[in-house]
């Protein structure tokens, strides 16, 4: 995989983040199947519970523009902050097992995957 543009994007999108409260800023990108990249970044409330994470407006941006199949999916932070657990939910429902690289301000880079974010997860197949 030609994780640079993924990773680019996911850094420079922590500058968009809107963070007031935590100061904690959170960029994340995903590939689409095309090779498009899209960004999302996090956005929080006053209200702290309707915060919603990087990686789930990465992912929704990617739905909204008209994008079904994700193949990798970047996240950037200060510390290299693994994705929560609302959000592994949301990313194996929307991206099934894909690689995901976390990035931190070091430029350090681990690579995981949505399954093992995510083991014995609940989804569609279970509603049948
Ligand atoms: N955050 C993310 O954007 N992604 C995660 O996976 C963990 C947390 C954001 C939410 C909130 O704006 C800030 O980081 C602190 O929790």
Excluded at 88 to 115: A, F, H, M, Y
């Amino acid at each position: 995989m030609n994780q640079e543009k993924l990773i680019h994007v996911a850094k420079e999108m922590r500058d968009k983040s809107y963070a007031p409260f935590s100061k904690y800023t959170v960029g994340a990108s995903v590939k689409t199947e095309d090779g498009s990249i899209i960004g999302g970044c996090n956005v929080e409330s006053a209200s702290y519970g309707l915060t919603c994470c990087a990686e789930r407006i990465a992912l929704y941006n990617t739905i909204s523009q008209g994008f079904s199949k994700i193949k990798a999916m970047a996240v950037a932070s200060e510390n290299g902050g693994f994705p929560c657990g609302a959000c592994r939910q949301v990313i194996w429902e929307l991206c099934g097992d894909i690689p995901i690289l976390i990035i931190d301000n070091q430029n350090k880079i681990k690579e995981t995957s949505s399954q093992a974010l995510l083991p014995d997860a609940f989804d569609k197949n279970n509603l049948t």
